[in-house]
């Protein structure tokens, strides 16, 4: 194998790849990338046996052929080359050398038959999707998913392709935020999947603005490929968690909020939370709004926002990150919170087909 | 107290929780909930998807905890399981996705189905987990209490500790390593951390396994490929018992393991307790690393217990019996089981057992003779090389003396190779230990072994001899 590439292209690829490859020491040949010629490109493969990706970079092929190569130190000397173009050449034994300008390397790498074959996902049935909307939705979800290993279900991104609408869900039991897309989804391709979110954070860095997303599902495996990008992933076991459980029905009261400047003053006011409990207070008052917090070792802050509200006085303890993830990652200006009382679930809604239930904290 | 079933208790908390809560609040997630068991520290509650157990314990536990307590006027510790409803088979065919109900929906066909694996992306309700013990399921067992403790003299100290560590866990002493030889209370001691601090709230995620356990789970992780759930199970306790840590000695991966989980917690102000059957230094194949930190914290020990100890280790037994027993009874059997409390108790289960049969005490021989093996066995326990030593020269009628010594008519050498032979078969010493005993080198222990071994298959007083020295040394059934 004998290819010229861009050193750029060539190291943006691998530093999506090596965070795949090598995360897993099981298998030496796990953290190697799979480096395959094709016309007038390359295909790069990397994959932990759960998540695999798979990109192409353009390259002028002077002869054919494959290899593999440890993904981390490929990556080091791609990053630190000078010269905006660089050669790889293999030979039999499977060591490569690379030139570019005045410097040489040679790596030794692993015959590519060694390297696991992707999973297969045959399906007859696939859906075509806009893939900055795809982005958006996950975006706009997927960080309330819950670490929490104990709780696999809970580790990924639920999909739920029913009744026209893509729903994109993602909870950690103490919130939920819920996208809510209309699609066209062919016959028989409704359903409901839970994407790890590993393979939802890749996905999240190769979805680009513009361009449609296939997706495709066999068994247990999903693909998404959107023009030289392929990801194929394990998907996370049921049970499907009932989220709409989890949706009040309706609340007592509604409140417009300005995204950016509740954003900011939670923010501000986070900084002196306790350790302890993490907690900030919102004080809802006859058209205002008081976020305070006190750390029995720093001291104590409090900001007041001007809202319409005429209801009675509610003081409701939130977790001040549970509040600023939706707000960061919204597009619009004006947030509504829909709040019943000091104990029972709160939603953040705004004008897109979103919305973000929050379970207050305990005040003490 | 009122004694309580689990549905009239659930209900008297629902009347409380629905003043507490909102209506829809109530109706949601409450309703949902079906009071499953009553015990005398656990209500446990069943929901029907492992979902609404995550999304009730992160955000109602509270509530629900609260009024369970102002119900039963005591504290009572709340778990979830989940149990799906078998109200209907599930549909033979793919459910078509058209009426949903308002608050159970219904299973959703998978999307792109393929003809063999439609059944995969089902909803499967799963049985709560069983590979992993969620927090607070844990092994404790209910007999195992503090206020079921004899304390004495050998064992106020580790009692003591405990007690410090049950009612401020992480603050006390951090790890705990309490060793002794079997039978002497660790894991009644250990097991009745695990209960106060359940009962009283200190710590709501409490983990009680042995060794063994640990470590089939931890080659089952392995197997799986799933170490890092296993990980975060262990990690997220907030207290964790194990029990017979010397069983990883030799354990190379698992002591690693083990080695990060003991730090992730100790770090994390998590109290860990051990036991063992032996000091943490003297466990042979213990990374030096463990080692140090077994000590790091308090390392107490449980002995043998005093005469006093055991009889009222039996009476406190007893108490719980229908029967009553004679304190004579109670004074041979604490006098005659020294080293461990589990043939003690065994042997007062026995004499009870032999009361409520024959309506009758047994007398003094027949009480020996229903005891036997268990006197038995303790006499097995003393053997030492002294002890055998010494029941040969009593037997011959030399001196002690003789048994080291460098005389060697045949007086004095003949008893002394029958001692070796005897101190070969009945202990485990190796030839160089009992060669030390005699004060002799391992040659002349190995010819004293064969010599007495072939001259037994002739010599008949030398086979008697033999015989009655191991009966006097508690070894009836000694065979040639």
């Known amino acids: 194998m004998k290819i010229t590439i861009q050193r750029e292209q060539l190291a943006s690829a691998l530093q999506r790849l090596q965070g ?15 480096i395959e010629t094709d016309k007038d490109k390359i295909w790069l493969t990397a994959t932990d046996l759960e998540l695999s990706l798979r990109c192409a970079v353009p390259a002028e092929v002077v002869k054919s052929g494959s290899t593999t190569l440890p993904a981390k130190p490929l990556f080091n000397i791609v990053r630190e080359l000078s010269e905006p173009q660089l050669e790889l050449e293999s030979d039999e034994q499977h060591s490569t050398s690379i030139t570019s300008g005045a410097a040489f390397f040679k790596i030794l790498g692993l015959p590519p038959e060694d390297f696991p074959a992707l999973p297969e996902v045959q399906s007859d049935v696939s859906l075509t999707l806009d893939q900055a909307v795809f982005r958006g939705m996950l975006e706009k ?41 209309e699609i066209e989804i062919a016959k028989g391709a409704e359903g409901e999947l839970i994407v790890p979110s590993k393979t939802v954070s890749e996905l999240l860095h190769g979805l680009k603005e513009e361009g449609t997303l296939r997706i495709r599902q066999a068994k247990t495996q999903i693909a998404f490929e959107c023009g030289d990008l392929l990801v194929l992933s394990k998907l996370i076991e049921g049970p499907y968690p009932n ?11 509604r409140i417009a909020l300005d995204r950016e400047v509740l954003l900011a003053a939670v923010r501000r006011v986070s900084l002196l939370t306790s350790t302890r409990t993490n907690s900030i207070r919102m004080t809802f ?13 720093i001291g104590e802050a409090r900001e007041t926002l001007p809202i319409k509200y005429s209801g009675p006085t509610l003081n409701v303890g939130f977790n001040p990150d549970y509040v600023m993830d939706p707000m960061k990652h919204l597009p619009t200006d004006e947030v509504f919170l829909e709040i ?25 | 107290m009122r004694p309580w079933d689990a549905g009239a208790l659930w209900d008297e908390v629902c009347k409380r929780l629905k003043a507490l809560l909102h209506p829809e609040v109530y109706s949601k997630w409450i309703a949902i909930i079906r009071p499953e068991r009553l015990d005398d520290r656990t209500l446990l509650l069943a929901v029907e998807d492992p979902f609404y157990q995550t999304w009730l314990e ?40 058209s009426s949903m109900p308002p608050v159970v929906q219904s299973p959703v066909p998978t999307l792109f189905p393929l003809p063999q694996t439609t059944s995969n992306l089902r909803p499967k309700i799963r049985p709560p987990v069983p590979a992993s013990p969620r927090p607070n399921s844990t092994s404790l067992n209910e007999q195992f209490q503090f206020d079921t403790f004899v304390v004495g003299p050998s064992n106020s100290f580790a009692h003591a500790a405990c007690v410090a560590v049950a009612q401020a866990p992480a603050k006390a002493y951090n790890p705990l390593f309490i060793y002794g030889h079997s039978g002497l209370g660790k894991t009644h001691l250990m097991q009745a951390i695990g209960h106060y601090v359940l009962a009283h709230g200190r710590a709501p995620r409490v983990c009680y396994v042995s060794s063994e356990t640990f470590i089939n789970e931890f080659i089952d992780a392995l197997q799986t490929n799933q170490p890092l759930e296993f990980r975060k199970r262990y990690r997220g306790m907030d207290l964790l018992l194990i029990d017979d840590i010397h069983f990883l000695a030799g354990k190379e991966r698992l002591q690693e393991e083990f080695f990060h989980t003991f730090n992730a917690l100790f770090h994390a102000h998590k109290q860990i307790v051990m036991t063992s059957d032996r000091p943490a230094n003297q466990i042979q194949g213990l990374e030096q690393r463990l080692v140090s930190r077994f000590e790091w914290g308090l390392v107490t020990e449980l002995q043998p217990p005093d005469f006093e100890t055991r009889l009222a280790i039996l009476r406190n037994k007893q108490e719980r019996a229908t029967v009553k027993l004679p304190e004579s009874v109670l004074e041979f059997i604490a006098s005659r089981i020294k080293s461990n409390i589990r043939p003690l108790e065994g042997a007062l289960t026995r004499v009870i057992s032999y009361v409520s049969l024959y309506r009758a005490v047994p007398p003094q021989n027949k009480l020996e003779e229903l005891l036997r093996d268990l006197l038995e066995e303790e006499a097995h326990q003393a053997l030492s090389l ?24 045949q007086a004095v050498a003949y008893p002394r190779q029958v001692a070796m032979y005897l101190c070969r078969r009945l202990t485990q010493s190796s030839f160089p ?30 086979r008697k001899d033999v015989v009655e020295i191991a009966r006097r040394l508690g070894r009836r059934e000694f065979a040639l």
């Open chain 1, 20 to 34: 795949i490859s090598g995360s897993r020491s099981t298998l030496p040949i796990l953290s190697n990338v799979l």
């Open chain 1, 141 to 181: 979800t997927s960080y309330a998913a819950s670490t929490d290993e104990t709780r696999q279900f809970l580790n990924g991104v639920l999909l739920s392709f029913k009744d026209d609408k893509l729903t994109a869900v993602a909870t950690d039991g103490r919130r939920l935020a819920l996208f809510e897309q």
């Open chain 1, 243 to 253: 989220f709409r459980q989890v949706i009040p029905a309706q609340a007592e009261n």
């Open chain 1, 285 to 297: 008052a006859k058209n205002k709004l008081t976020v305070s917090a006190e750390s029995p070792d």
């Open chain 1, 340 to 364: 019943t009382d000091e104990i029972s679930p709160a939603v953040f809604k705004c004008d897109l087909p979103f919305l973000y239930v929050l379970m207050p904290m305990r005040l003490d």
């Open chain 2, 58 to 97: 992160e955000n109602y536990l509270p509530f629900i905890r609260q009024s369970v307590q102002g119900a039963y006027g005591s504290e009572l510790a709340v778990r979830f399981t989940v149990k799906p409803i078998e109200k209907k088979s599930p549909p033979p065919s793919t459910p078509a996705s």
């Open chain 2, 386 to 409: 002294e002890g055998i030593q010494k029941a040969v020269a009593e037997y011959f009628d030399v001196r002690m003396a003789d048994m080291s010594s460098k005389r060697r008519p």
């Open chain 2, 433 to 462: 230990e009992i060669a030390n005993a005699f004060g002799k080198t391992h040659a002349t222990v190995l010819h004293a072994c064969s010599r007495i071994e072939s001259r037994l298959e002739q010599d008949q007083a030398l």
